[in-house]
């Protein structure tokens, strides 16, 4: 088997979620509307999936919609609030447009419906953030103005784990009567991510990020926020998505959420713990040269974002047949094209080329790291 340090693409899935799915796929396989026992058996393990859900972001059951992943949910936070809108346009008679405000950080979950809501003719601004990876709360206040409706920022960095400081920025738009997305795709099950103490109203989760299944997801909407459904159908979700529900990963997602809520205070050190080890050991393999992007900022502990000098990190990897990874910036033909966070960040091209992001999790091990690292060094110095 080869390591695996590509947590943060996706997550195998966990023994105990597995567990728990397989009765929903074998035997007790009713739909959830029905009446009778299989349907009551179905509905129930729905709901107590939402009330997992619902416990790891400090929310309440009602307040959770279960959709197809991460980009489902960000695209009901988007296109569902500006579609409610429009609707009430429609029906009223009077014309209605709004302002969107986002980062240079965002992922494209986030970034395309925006760009879409944007086509309709409303207005989208895009904050950038400081060379950490880092959103300055005082440049979205500064973004916002009377018409603005919604701010959608990334919780956590998918490339260089950072952390953005959501609770100012919620601040800053209660103040204004604006609403709060994030994307909590990273954070959620690594560090603590509850709705009330970062002040947001909308939030989104994927389940193969928590070790749950891909193809699985959910959206907070805070009690209130009314938005229009993308799906239209018979009224699942409380009317909010359409469509009979997935119950085998729903309750797979209930599951990891649970573990990840039991997990989480001695997950996040040690996971830390491998990230900071891993660093260390190519730094003292490397040398100086070696940098770390968003090392000064807050970063997930399992997030590690290194630049390689004077090699091209797809080139790095592609020689170790060993070690499952990824990189940031796309090598053709002699260029460099960089990703929208490393532009973000202004990380220079020569150091963008050498970018390889290597991410732990809940079972990777100490010698596996190890391992990695010894790797990594060796490759680096046949490519010198």
Same mark, same amino acid.
């Given at each position: 088997?080869?390591?695996?340090?590509?947590?943060?693409?996706?997550?195998?899935?966990?023994?105990?979620?597995?567990e728990a799915?397989?009765?929903?796929?074998e035997?007790?396989?009713?739909?959830p509307?029905s009446?009778?026992?299989?349907?009551r058996t179905a509905?129930?393990?729905v709901?107590l999936?939402?009330?997992?859900?619902a416990?790891?972001?400090?929310?309440?059951?009602?307040?959770?919609v279960?959709?197809?992943?991460?980009?489902?949910?960000?695209?009901l936070?988007?296109?569902?609030?500006?579609l409610?809108?429009?609707e009430?346009?429609v029906?009223?008679?009077?014309?209605?447009?709004?302002?969107?405000v986002?980062?240079?950080?965002?992922?494209?979950?986030?970034?395309?419906?925006?760009?879409?809501?944007?086509?309709?003719?409303?207005?989208?601004?895009?904050v950038?953030?400081? @060379? @950490?990876?880092?959103v300055?709360?005082?440049?979205?206040?500064?973004?916002?103005?009377?018409?603005?409706?919604?701010?959608?920022?990334?919780?956590?960095?998918? /490339?260089?784990?950072?952390?953005?400081?959501?609770?100012?920025?919620?601040?800053?738009?209660?103040?204004?009567?604006?609403?709060?997305?994030?994307d909590?795709?990273?954070?959620a099950?690594?560090?603590p991510?509850?709705?009330? /103490?970062?002040?947001?109203?909308?939030?989104?989760?994927?389940?193969?990020?928590?070790y749950?299944?891909?193809g699985?997801?959910?959206?907070?909407?805070?009690?209130?926020?009314?938005?229009?459904?993308?799906?239209?159908?018979?009224?699942h979700?409380?009317?909010?998505?359409?469509g009979?529900?997935?119950?085998?990963?729903?309750?797979?997602?209930?599951?990891?959420?649970?573990?990840?809520a039991? /997990?989480?205070?001695?997950?996040?050190? @040690?996971m830390?713990?491998?990230?900071?080890?891993?660093a260390? @050991?190519?730094?003292?393999g490397?040398g100086p040269?070696?940098t770390?992007?968003?090392?000064?900022?807050?970063?997930?502990?399992?997030t590690?974002?290194?630049?390689?000098?004077?090699?091209?990190?797809?080139?790095?990897?592609?020689?170790?047949?060993?070690?499952?990874?990824?990189?940031?910036?796309?090598?053709?033909?002699? /260029?460099?094209?960089?990703?929208?966070t490393?532009?973000a960040?202004?990380?220079?091209?020569?150091?963008a080329?050498?970018?390889?992001?290597?991410?732990?999790?809940?079972?990777?091990r100490?010698?596996?790291?190890d391992?990695?690292?010894?790797l990594?060094?060796?490759?680096?110095?046949?490519?010198?």
């Amino acid at each position: 088997m080869p390591i695996y340090l590509d947590y943060n693409a996706t997550t195998p899935i966990a023994p105990a979620v597995r567990e728990a799915m397989l009765p929903y796929l074998e035997t007790d396989f009713g739909n959830p509307s029905s009446s009778h026992r299989l349907g009551r058996t179905a509905q129930a393990a729905v709901q107590l999936a939402r009330g997992q859900v619902a416990d790891l972001l400090g929310a309440s059951p009602d307040e959770i919609v279960f959709t197809s992943g991460g980009t489902e949910a960000n695209n009901l936070a988007i296109k569902g609030l500006v579609l409610r809108v429009l609707e009430g346009t429609v029906l009223t008679g009077k014309p209605r447009s709004g302002h969107l405000v986002i980062s240079t950080l965002e992922h494209p979950a986030v970034v395309e419906p925006a760009r879409w809501v944007s086509r309709l003719g409303w207005q989208l601004s895009v904050v950038a953030c400081d @060379r @950490r990876g880092v959103v300055d709360p005082a440049a979205v206040e500064q973004a916002l103005r009377p018409d603005t409706l919604l701010v959608s920022i990334m919780h956590a960095n998918n /490339e260089i784990g950072t952390i953005q400081p959501i609770a100012r920025i919620a601040d800053v738009c209660r103040r204004r009567g604006v609403l709060l997305h994030i994307d909590a795709a990273q954070s959620a099950g690594k560090v603590p991510v509850r709705v009330d /103490e970062l002040g947001v109203d909308l939030l989104s989760i994927a389940g193969h990020k928590v070790y749950a299944p891909k193809g699985v997801g959910a959206l907070y909407v805070r009690r209130g926020v009314a938005l229009e459904p993308l799906l239209h159908g018979a009224g699942h979700e409380s009317g909010r998505r359409g469509g009979t529900e997935n119950v085998p990963y729903i309750v797979g997602l209930g599951r990891a959420a649970g573990l990840a809520a039991q /997990e989480l205070p001695q997950a996040g050190p @040690r996971m830390s713990g491998l990230r900071d080890r891993l660093a260390r @050991r190519l730094s003292e393999g490397i040398g100086p040269l070696v940098t770390i992007n968003g090392e000064d900022a807050p970063r997930l502990p399992n997030t590690l974002s290194i630049n390689f000098p004077g090699v091209a990190g797809s080139e790095l990897l592609a020689g170790i047949d060993d070690l499952c990874a990824s990189t940031g910036a796309a090598c053709h033909a002699g /260029e460099t094209r960089l990703s929208a966070t490393q532009q973000a960040i202004g990380l220079s091209p020569e150091a963008a080329r050498g970018t390889v992001r290597l991410s732990v999790g809940w079972y990777t091990r100490q010698d596996e790291v190890d391992r990695a690292a010894d790797l990594l060094i060796a490759a680096w110095a046949a490519r010198k």
